[in-house]
DNA sequence: CGTCCAGGAT
DNA sequence: ATCCTGGACG
């Protein structure tokens, strides 16, 4: 009846689940984008502070058919719930028809128990119109960290517990200095503070946390972005976190040698949105003084 | 003081704490008859689109006694409070005391921890008059379909998550065609479908799916109604479906040799109700579209 | 602001 | 099947 025009079909339904349980919190829509050399997903998110991009190529999937490009917003939350019905061994389907540009069908197969599942998405947002992504250099961040995201879950787990002082949107400083990452966050009745040095090559070849620093740098971000991205770190053993005061950050989880999922998060300016009271001023100067505190302790 | 004219005895305080929780969501009460060859439940739904019937032998109970017949209408949302307390290792009675005819006494022991609990519940409804259940024939169905309960289950539960549409009570299209079935929701932002093949009995002599068509079907339910009936299907490893378009649809879950748990469910009209519009018929309209799209690939 | 119910995760 | 967390309602 229709012609297939684009089937992606790939095995690994944790991928996407992990994906888009990380996602669908924070994103309410996603632009995909499928081509001959793999799949392009964007997202900002609602208050315009984050935008998230995965690249994943051709090569990450089992087997991918794409005979056109597809360009399309879907709904995450819906496509979060499809995914929580697949088994881990389904195989799934991508198909866009020909004469249908407003709906896409992800098809899960289970052979062994003879079930088809198969979902119709319709498309939503601005079609066809992927969000703009600046190109940065890695010279023009001033602190680029990479940790493994063990450590980097464990943090954000750490910070997300500690740092809820129920009157406002949690925030986190995180600051490079000296060859260490500090992470603080402001809670009830107390402070949270988790330093992280860069560990010595010779103590662990793998999974090291490595620290370039240029220029001392420290920022404030929503913990609810960090969250976000720490689910999604899952998908690798590392991260790489870009910092800069001029520059969105940019937290980084490449994907083996077959793409990469990046967060951009924009720093809250202290004193410039809002919402930033004078209590976050407090929160960044005693910021300030552990850090000349640290330093005296050297 | 009284003579206890009934007391039937149970060990299996899951079992009904398992049909209550299925049943007092949908079932504001039930018509209970305790007689010498055990126990029959009726109720019928506000809307009277559902009824159910749960027939319980005496050999089902650890210990029964009945002296003479009690029939009663009782309310299921109490009993079901009444039964969360229940510990799963209690031994529980019913009671009715011989001039007290308008109660029924629940003692639930935990013998262990030397604790008695006791519900008095007072008689609701029609005492007296069961529900005119009619007995249909196998014969009259157009299609049959076991699967095991787990299959159901998981496709109730896809069917909820995303068969909410927000503008009206979900519902699933059920069709049964050419050794399969087919269950259709209508989400927010796409749609649903899962096919269940007929298992192979060379694969899985255990736990098949079995489909008899005599001929095609197709029918509109109510999610509510099969989720009910999901719940209730944990007692046992096995579902049947008898599906007509003239008669209501019977869902029915054998308890081992002891009983059974049944659902007849009448299926929506199209056009025929106040909440069904032209959005119904367009999925009735969809669902034939994709049954002639799925006769094709074949 | 506290309570209750539903959904998801272990 | 149970427990915990998040969201909705009173």
New binding site residues.
Partial sequence: MFATMLEPRLVQTTFFKNVL?ALS?LFIEAHFEFSRTGLELQAIDTSRVALVALVLRAEAFNHYLCDRGLSMGLNLADM??AF?CANNDDIITIKAEEDWTDTVTFTFESPEDGEILEFDFDFVGSNGVPLEIPEYQESEYQAIVRMPSAKFMRICKKLSSFGDSGDRDPVVIISVYKERVRSFARGKTGTSTTVCLQTQTVDKPKEPTLIEMKEEVSLIFDLKYMNSFSKASTLSDQVTINLSSELPAVFECKIAELGYIRYYISPRKEGGMQNLGDEMQRIAKEDKMQNEGDEMQN
Avoid: M, Q, S, T
Wanted: aromatic share 0%.
């Fill in positions: 349980e919190d979060a719930k929580r």
